[in-house]
């Protein structure tokens, strides 16, 4: 059963056509979901931590967004740079099966032309 | 800067060789995870380790092992390469109940 669900699968814009990615989960007990950005044969670089509902954080054109059942990653007026998989994270409260262990989503792919 | 770093950026194995991707990390994290990625299926957890010695396994551990004889650096091992092991090996590690770091990755090709 998925955890983790992140939509739409892949996403093209226009440069400067802001927009938003989603990441819904069913875990109960949430610790903490991660933002990761990924580029293309590289590892997952962090970009966000989120604790707790009605939490934002921001970084450039990027902002996230958590409420109690999903996290919303938002891009304004995106740039080319800004193409890469955006992977989304969630680390439910701490057990010893669990480990702290993140999962995670399948990711969104988005591209952003000039 | 803090760091997770992978021996190799890209390997070319022959089916049936032992392989071993290393990854050090000087960050003094407890944690240490082994995924693979590939097209549409994500990140896979291979084996995870909480503690020197420790291991557990995760998703898709048959076809590896794992080795972690210090704190700072944690082994995979593929006891006998196969061509369905071609991947991105990524390597990260964490505090406890931490956000992960990852390293830059691996790319494994099995011929």
């Known amino acids: 059963e998925d955890q983790v669900t992140q939509s739409p699968e892949a996403l093209r814009l226009q440069e400067g056509e802001s927009s938003s990615l989603n990441c819904s989960y069913t875990?109960?007990?949430?610790?903490?979901l991660f933002w990761y950005r990924q580029d293309p044969g590289k590892g997952p670089e962090f970009l966000f931590t989120?604790?707790?509902a009605g939490e934002e954080k921001e970084k450039e054109r990027l902002k996230a967004t958590l409420t109690k059942k999903e996290s919303f990653l938002h891009i304004t007026a995106p740039k080319p740079e800004d193409s890469a998989t955006y992977l989304c994270?969630?680390?439910?409260?701490?057990?010893?099966?669990?480990?702290?262990?993140?999962?995670f989503g399948a990711g969104t792919q988005v591209v952003v032309t000039p | 800067d803090v760091k997770v770093t992978q021996s190799s950026r890209y390997l070319v194995k022959r089916t049936g060789e032992k392989v071993f991707l290393e990854c050090v990390q000087d960050?003094?994290?407890?944690?240490m995870f082994w995924y693979r990625q590939d097209p549409g299926l994500g990140l896979r957890l291979i084996y995870f380790?909480?503690?020197?010695?420790?291991?557990e396994k995760g998703d898709i551990p048959e076809g590896y092992s794992v080795s972690r004889e210090k704190k700072e650096r944690f082994s995979l091992i593929l006891e006998s390469a196969s061509t369905n092991q071609t991947s991105m090996y990524l390597c990260?590690?964490?505090?406890?109940?931490?956000?992960?770091?990852f390293g830059s990755g691996t790319r494994l090709t099995v011929v």
């Open positions: 380790s909480y503690d020197v010695k420790m291991k």
């Open positions: 989120l604790y707790s």
């Open positions: 990260a590690s964490s505090l406890v109940g931490g956000g992960y770091t």
């Open positions: 994270a969630v680390q439910e409260g701490w057990t010893t099966d669990s480990w702290g262990k993140l999962q």
């Open positions: 875990v109960s007990g949430l610790r903490g």
């Open positions: 960050m003094d994290h407890e944690n």
